[in-house]
């Protein structure tokens, strides 16, 4: 069969372009999906306890643009849930990110908001922080970078905070109130009946197929199409021609208890102690009812191609320097389009890669 379009990986940057190109130029796509499912690291399921949880990995959606929400509002109504975070110092449970009352409660203070905030600037030392230690550092001085951040991204990534870029950190911000909201965003949820019931909506359109449990490789030799749109890995795309980016990956240890409530927050960090960086109870974060509930441990791991999955690329100066060589070659492509975060490298939360593939769409122009 003839398609206009082959897309690799169905994710949410491929389902969104096939969704696009489908609906709007009324091209035929085949997706090419390695796992046996769609949805990217988005999938979410029904386990055999009945509890919805998310295969890869906690997530939730936080838009700062109406434009990614309106998009998203043709296949999804919205479970309400603002996304709280709270963090494990030597058994004591505090907010996360660090706000006014994270501050008081470890220093013992009674400091207001205009106290805290000038003690905040007593730690700023710089206005180009050279990597996340000194971007943290900088917002929050040695006491909370150690209490908080240096331990757990040993964990995370590996690597030494001093290893890694600022960008690392950005997401995470330093509260100068008792907001304890981990994002602020105007739009902020889970998609009422799950991401994977979205992202079928998003591909239901007859003019697309989809190839599950396929390498791309394996079969790409014989499809005749026009366009790529690759949201696969970007070294693997070259056979890893200058060496193979570096990811993180992570396991996740199940398990279901038969009781109610497993802890009283949907995600508490272990900043310091123990292996794993976070517990997530899915119950509290979809609302779901039911007698049981489901947790999953969360333990970062090397990444190892055939093993376990890519998920975080890494970026330090050896990545970042060796992405650059890929993308090199992949900006001479004229008829392959990279998008995505493994495509791109680039560290993208779910409101990144919708507007980037909003935008990839867009810059496609007019013909088919
Ligand atoms: P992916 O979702 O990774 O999809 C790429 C697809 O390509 C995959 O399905 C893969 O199997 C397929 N593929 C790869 N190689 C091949 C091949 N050779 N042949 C065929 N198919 C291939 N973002 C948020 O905004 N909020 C969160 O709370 C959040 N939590 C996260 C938690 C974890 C643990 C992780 C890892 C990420 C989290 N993210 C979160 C980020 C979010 O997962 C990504 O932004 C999003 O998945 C990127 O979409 P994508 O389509 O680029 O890539
Ligand atoms: N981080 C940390 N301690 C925490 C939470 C985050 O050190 O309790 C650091 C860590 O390096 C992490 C980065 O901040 O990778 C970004 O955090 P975020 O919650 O945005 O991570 P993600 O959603 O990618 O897992």
């Known amino acids: 069969m003839k398609f206009d379009y082959v897309i690799v990986g169905a994710g949410p940057a491929g389902c969104i372009m096939a969704e696009r190109l489908s609906t709007e130029k009324k091209a035929r796509v085949l997706i090419i999906e390695k796992r046996d499912h769609i949805g990217g690291n988005l999938y979410d399921y029904y386990n055999d306890e009945g509890i919805l949880i998310h295969k890869y990995g906690p997530h939730f959606f936080f838009f700062f643009k109406s434009e990614v ?28 990110p660090i706000n006014l009352d994270t501050y008081n409660t470890l220093y013992n203070t009674n400091l207001n908001q205009v ?19 000194e971007a943290i550092i ?67 359109n007859p003019l697309i197929s989809v190839m599950l449990n396929t390498d791309y490789k394996t079969v790409i030799s014989d499809l005749s199409y026009k366009k790529l749109i690759y949201t696969g890995p970007l070294d693997y795309f070259y056979d890893y021609r200058f060496g193979k980016l570096e990811y993180r990956s992570l396991r996740f240890e199940e398990q279901t208890h038969n ?94 890669v919708v507007e980037a593939a909003l935008h990839a769409y867009s810059k496609m122009g007019s013909s088919k």
């Open 115 to 133: 106290e805290f905030e000038k003690k905040l600037t007593e730690f700023k030392f710089t206005d180009e922080p050279k990597n996340a230690e």
């Open 259 to 352: 009781q109610d409530e497993y802890q009283a927050h949907a995600v508490i960090n272990y900043p310091n102690n123990y292996d794993f960086t976070r517990i997530t109870e899915y119950k509290k974060m979809t609302g779901q009812m039911s007698p049981k509930t489901t947790i999953h441990i969360e333990f970062p791991e090397a990444y190892t191609e055939n093993i376990n999955d890519p998920y975080y690329p890494i970026l330090d100066k050896i990545n970042t320097e060796l992405k650059e060589k890929y993308s090199q070659l992949a900006a001479q492509e004229k008829d392959v389009i990279f998008l995505g975060r493994l495509a791109e490298y680039r560290y993208y939360a779910m409101d990144d």
């Open 69 to 96: 929400w309106e998009y998203l509002n043709k296949f999804t109504t919205w479970h309400y849930y603002e996304h709280k975070v709270m963090a494990n110092v030597k058994g004591q449970l505090v907010p996360f």
């Open 138 to 204: 900088n917002q929050v001085g040695q006491y909370l970078y150690e209490t908080f951040f240096l331990q757990y991204t040993l964990k995370q990534w590996g690597k030494h905070p001093r290893e890694l870029h600022a960008d690392t950190v950005k997401r995470v911000p330093v509260r100068i109130d008792r907001e304890n909201r981990y994002q602020l965003a105007k739009y902020q949820g889970l998609p009422k009946k799950g991401y994977t019931h979205m992202m079928k909506n998003m591909i239901s």
